[in-house]
């Protein structure tokens, strides 16, 4: 009996550390051209949690499908990243709760669609702060002008999209 449930705990073992392994999560490819820069705040008061935000990252097809690329993960300092100009991206930022014995414990996010211009800078403020998240996304033309502050876009407004 004892053999028995040595080998069902060992079973067990493997097939979560199997499912840990295949998560889907991939780091988000480096792109030559950086026209967006990240900058995150998280604040976590909690002794027995501590707050994490990724950025997921989807190109989007003619038919408003999305397909994952990859995942940048948010840390207190600044990234710079690359999203292709004149194409139409999801982006997803998962503010994620961890307890300080392992998994999440609770998860949200702030999802937009992003079709960057060729020249424009971007840049996302990301902060999670007394409880309460934010994303704000800031669109500046070339040159130094002033920019305008970017309206969350859900994914449903994709059929509305002009196609380039």
């Known amino acids: ?17 199997f499912v840990a392994g295949c998560s889907g ?13 990240l900058r995150t705040r998280l604040d976590d008061r909690s002794v027995m949690t501590s707050i994490h935000a990724d950025l997921d990252i989807y190109s989007v097809d003619a038919r408003c499908e999305t397909k994952y690329i990859g995942s940048v993960e948010l840390g207190e300092r600044a ?7 004149g194409q139409l991206s999801y982006l997803r930022f998962v503010f994620s709760s961890k ?5 999440v414990s609770g998860s949200t996010s702030y999802e937009t669609l992003l079709r960057p211009r060729a020249g424009y800078e971007y840049r996302a403020d990301v902060r999670y702060v007394d409880d309460i998240y934010n994303v704000t ?8 002008k002033s920019g305008r502050e970017l309206a969350q876009r859900r994914l449903e ?5 002009p196609k380039s």
Not at 1 to 17: D, E, I
Not at 79 to 85: Q, S, Y
Not at 99 to 103: D, E, I, R, Y
């Open 99 to 103: 307890g300080v014995l392992g998994g």
């Open 25 to 37: 999560v991939k780091p988000y490819p480096d792109m030559p051209s950086k026209n967006m820069h």
């Open 137 to 144: 996304l800031l669109e500046s033309p070339p040159r130094g």
């Open 79 to 85: 990234t710079d990243i690359g999203i292709p100009p």
């Open 1 to 17: 009996m004892m053999m028995k449930s040595a080998g069902l705990a060992l079973l067990l073992f493997l097939s979560v550390m």
């Open 157 to 161: 407004t994709c059929h509305s999209e």
